[in-house]
Every structure is written in structure tokens, then in C-alpha cells.
T-cell receptor, first 120, second 112 residues
Framework: GAVVSQHPSWVICKSGTSVKIECRSL??????MFWYRQFPKQSLMLMAT?????????EQGVEKDKFLINHASLTLSTLTVTSAHPEDSSFYIC????????????????FGEGSRLTVL | GDSVTQMEGPVTLSEEAFLTINCTYT??????LFWYVQYPGEGLQLLLK?????DKGSNKGFEATYRKETTSFHLEKGSVQVSDSAVYFC???????????FGTGTRLLVSP
């Protein structure tokens, strides 16, 4: 099946620094990627939707200048947490849908393993 | 707005026990409903889905029926295995664009 990989799987950084998380689709072209955030014992909350080659659409309450999303290619989207603070510590998950090499729609979402960010 | 509520875990069962994980939802219209499973160290995977009332989704021995009258989509399995130990997420899509609304997840622990 289709595979989505996130990197890094966990990262610790100092307050005030910026952190980039990558989301790659390994065997299909991801025309759309979603970024989620999950707090302990809470639901995955959709942060933004990104379509390849266009600006991301952010959900209400998500600061677009804080969480920069780039989807410059059909296999890679990045989430950059700028000037990170301890309250940004969370589990970030991406998902992707798109087109396989045989041009068939993948038909479902495929999720990365998640990236745990801890800001000291 | 739309929301999904599922039972808190962890749910601890012995192998071959019957499993039920409750999920109820609040949404306008007729959302599609999903169960995702996350095994340790892996991403969420679609387990099953139902797109309209009274549909039953099934996969790997798991079943869930879309109940419009009770706004529920409970997950069941007749006989769980140790390998079923994972976190299970109930979700809905009311947009048609796979913008999912998730429940909090329920951890299932199955012991031999």
C-alpha cells in the first residue's frame, strides 16, 4: 500500500528556535496533504490543508505565520514551527492523498507516523 | 461544529474476548464515518468505513454499523488477538474532501 513518511519522528529544541518537519509520500504523488496536531488524550486537530503548488488553507485559530506549510512538490510537504515555545510541544501528524504511478486515485488518506516536538 | 466522541481507554481484554469500542458523533447532514487504527510506531491506517446510514463496514474481523438514529458507529470484534493491540480512532468526514474530524482515540491492550 501507499506509504507516507515523516521526519524527524521526534525532536527537542530550545524555545525561540524554528523546527521543520517533513512529510513525504514514498510511492505516490500527493496532490493534497493535511497537517494535524494532537495533544495528550485529545483528538487529532486539523491544522491546515495544502495542495501542491498553492498556499495552504489554515483552519480557524491556527496561526499561519507560526506554522509555515510548504508543499512545493508532489512528494513533499513541510511544516515549520517558527519561534517555537513550550506550548507548541505536541504530536504533529501529516496525511496525504493523491495519484499512484498507474494514475489511479489512491482513494483514501495515508498517514505518516507522526513527529513529536518538545520545546524546552 | 462537527465532533466525535469515543470511549476513553485503555480497554484491556484477554485474547479471544469480545470487543466493543463506542463511538458517537455530532454532525449536520450525512457524514461518512471511519475507523482508523494506529499500531505502535506506525501511522494511522484505515480499518473500515461506512458512507451512509445502515451501511456496515468490515475488515479483519472488525465491524461497525452506521446508525443514523443513534448517531453511532461502534466498533466490534468477536474475538480479539494480541496483535489487535493498538490505538483506534473514530472519525467523520462531512466535507467530502477527506477533512476528517477525529475522536480522541481508544487504546486497546490484549493480553495472551
Amino acid at each position: 500500500g501507499a506509504v507516507v513518511s515523516q521526519h524527524p519522528s521526534w525532536v527537542i529544541c530550545k524555545s525561540g528556535t524554528s523546527v521543520k518537519i517533513e512529510c513525504r509520500s514514498l510511492d505516490f504523488q500527493a496532490t493534497t496533504m493535511f497537517w494535524y496536531r494532537q495533544f495528550p488524550k485529545q483528538s487529532l486537530m486539523l491544522m491546515a490543508t495544502s495542495n501542491e503548488g498553492s498556499k495552504a488553507t489554515y483552519e480557524q485559530g491556527v496561526e499561519k505565520d507560526k506554522f509555515l506549510i510548504n508543499h512545493a512538490s508532489l512528494t513533499l510537504s513541510t511544516l515549520t514551527v517558527t519561534s517555537a515555545h513550550p506550548e507548541d510541544s505536541s504530536f504533529y501528524i501529516c496525511s496525504a492523498r493523491g495519484v499512484r504511478s498507474d494514475n489511479a486515485n489512491t482513494g483514501e488518506l495515508f498517514f505518516g507516523e507522526g513527529s513529536r516536538l518538545t520545546v524546552l | 461544529g462537527d465532533s466525535v466522541t469515543q470511549m476513553e481507554g485503555p480497554v484491556t481484554l484477554s485474547e479471544e474476548a469480545f470487543l466493543t469500542i463506542n463511538c458517537t458523533y455530532t454532525a449536520t447532514g450525512y457524514p461518512s464515518l471511519f475507523w482508523y487504527v494506529q499500531y505502535p510506531g506506525e501511522g494511522l491506517q484505515l480499518l473500515l468505513k461506512a458512507t451512509k446510514a445502515d451501511d456496515k463496514g468490515s475488515n479483519k474481523g472488525f465491524e461497525a454499523t452506521y446508525r443514523k438514529e443513534t448517531t453511532s458507529f461502534h466498533l466490534e470484534k468477536g474475538s480479539v488477538q494480541v496483535s489487535d493491540s493498538a490505538v483506534y480512532f473514530c472519525a467523520l468526514d462531512n466535507t467530502g474532501f477527506q477533512k476528517l474530524v477525529f475522536g480522541t482515540g481508544t487504546r486497546l491492550l490484549v493480553s495472551p
